[in-house]
């Protein structure tokens, strides 16, 4: 049986396990995976990611934010959210950078226009080079405008999702 709080599989993030379930506010400053269930708030200052166990039913700040599990709740990313094929969103996308994968489940509204997005701290993250990631099928960022990609890599245009982008915007 293998141990689900390796720390080798999670480049030395803290780990909230499988098992775990907490209510009220969570409060972090170091890089932080999710597991568990939570429910409240989660006030983050740097890398957080809710893994595909993860059921968080909150209000969630950080400075970056990848879903691979179920949120219930608004997300705010100071400076970016990453909405991962395996992801169940429902709730707003405060961010001036976000990415949706194809086959991610999103019900809500994204605003990348900084207005309704709440003031956060502007902490130093760790670069997490040296990975192969995949590309997403929409991405918007504020600085470049309203710019719209589609995942050429899979040799196919997604047009529901990236109509869904759109309409978002």
Same mark, same amino acid.
């Given at each position: &049986?293998?141990?689900?709080?390796?720390?080798?599989?999670?480049?030395?993030?803290?780990?909230?396990?499988?098992?775990?379930?907490?209510?009220?506010?969570?409060?972090?400053?170091?890089?932080?995976?999710?597991?568990?269930?939570?429910?409240?708030?989660?006030?983050?200052?740097?890398?957080?990611?809710?893994?595909?166990?993860?059921?968080?039913?909150?209000?969630?700040?950080?400075?970056?934010?990848?879903?691979?599990?179920?949120?219930?709740?608004?997300?705010?990313?100071?400076? =970016?959210?990453?909405?991962?094929?395996?992801?169940?969103?429902?709730?707003?996308?405060?961010?001036?950078?976000?990415?949706?994968?194809?086959?991610?489940?999103?019900?809500?509204?994204?605003? &990348?226009?900084?207005? =309704?997005?709440?003031?956060?701290?502007?902490?130093?993250?760790?670069?997490?080079?040296?990975?192969?990631?995949?590309?997403?099928?929409?991405?918007?960022? =504020?600085?470049?405008?309203?710019?719209?990609?589609?995942?050429?890599?899979?040799?196919?245009?997604?047009?529901?999702?990236?109509?869904?982008?759109?309409? =978002?915007?």
């Amino acid at each position: &049986m293998s141990n689900p709080y390796n720390s080798s599989n999670h480049n030395g993030s803290s780990v909230l396990g499988p098992t775990l379930s907490f209510k009220g506010e969570l409060k972090a400053d170091e890089d932080l995976l999710i597991r568990g269930k939570i429910e409240g708030t989660i006030q983050h200052s740097s890398n957080l990611k809710i893994g595909k166990e993860g059921k968080i039913k909150a209000k969630v700040n950080a400075e970056h934010i990848e879903v691979h599990g179920e949120v219930k709740g608004d997300l705010s990313g100071s400076k =970016a959210v990453v909405v991962k094929d395996s992801a169940n969103i429902t709730g707003n996308i405060y961010s001036p950078s976000v990415s949706l994968y194809e086959g991610a489940k999103f019900n809500g509204n994204i605003d &990348m226009t900084g207005k =309704a997005q709440q003031a956060s701290k502007q902490a130093e993250a760790p670069s997490q080079s040296g990975e192969e990631q995949d590309e997403p099928v929409a991405e918007k960022t =504020a600085d470049t405008g309203k710019r719209l990609e589609t995942s050429e890599k899979r040799g196919k245009k997604v047009k529901a999702a990236a109509k869904s982008a759109a309409n =978002a915007a």
